[in-house]
Structure formats: C-alpha cells, structure tokens
C-alpha cells in the first residue's frame, strides 16, 4: 500500500554534498508529516529532520546549517540536501511517513533504507 522509496545514497569524501530522494506511492501532501532519520551501525537510529503538512521544518543540531530537508508534491517525493558531510554523518538514511488514521492514530512508515558513507 504505501510505500518509501529511498536512493541517492553512496561514497562520498568529507566536505562533499549528497542528496537523498524519498519516492512515495501516495501523496506526500497526505501524510502529516515526513522526515529523514539515519543508523550507525550499533547506534540508534535518530532523527535527522522533519516536515510537515504545513511547511514546519526541524532538524537535528548535528545536522543544522549543513543539510535542507524539501518535499515536491508534484513528484511525490521528499529531498535531503546534504551539504559539508562528515564522517560521523556515515549511516543508513531512512526515509519516514506519518500518516494520520483518526484524531488519536498515526500510522508510521518507513522506506527501506539507503547507505551514506563519508571517507576520505
């Protein structure tokens, strides 16, 4: 049913900009929100940044000023700009949905992941 499509992901040097795409099957206008959320390996996976319906953006202070989060309704798809990478910026990047059921049920969902090596 709906589904996350992430790519754009791959090896890149410290310094250097990536951007990630999220391909959803629906409307990204009809979820309440979406983000980015990435895993190190033996880490937890955190939150990256996040969007919502109405425009609202957050990001993770690691993250501020070095990368852009942005969403094209046309293609259904959300971006990650990722700008000045580091290597602790190294992870599986997960693409995330929220979508609204009722006034208290959120279905979550999430694609299925794309890697982001930054190594010199």
């Known amino acids: 049913q709906v589904q996350l499509v992430e790519s754009g992901g791959g090896l890149v040097q410290p310094g250097e900009s990536l951007r990630l795409s999220c391909a959803a099957s629906?409307?990204?206008?009809?979820?309440?929100?979406m983000g980015w959320y990435r895993q190190a390996p033996g880490k937890q996976r955190e939150l990256v940044a996040t969007i919502t319906s109405g425009g609202k953006i957050n990001y993770a202070d690691a993250v501020k000023g070095r990368f852009i989060i942005s969403g094209d309704n046309a293609k259904d798809t959300l971006y990650l700009q990722m700008n000045s990478l580091k290597y602790e910026d190294t992870a599986v990047y997960y693409c995330y949905a929220g979508l609204r059921l009722s006034d208290a049920t959120v279905n979550s969902y999430w694609g299925q992941g794309t890697q982001v090596t930054v190594s010199s």
């Open positions: 629906g409307s990204i206008f009809s979820f309440y929100a």
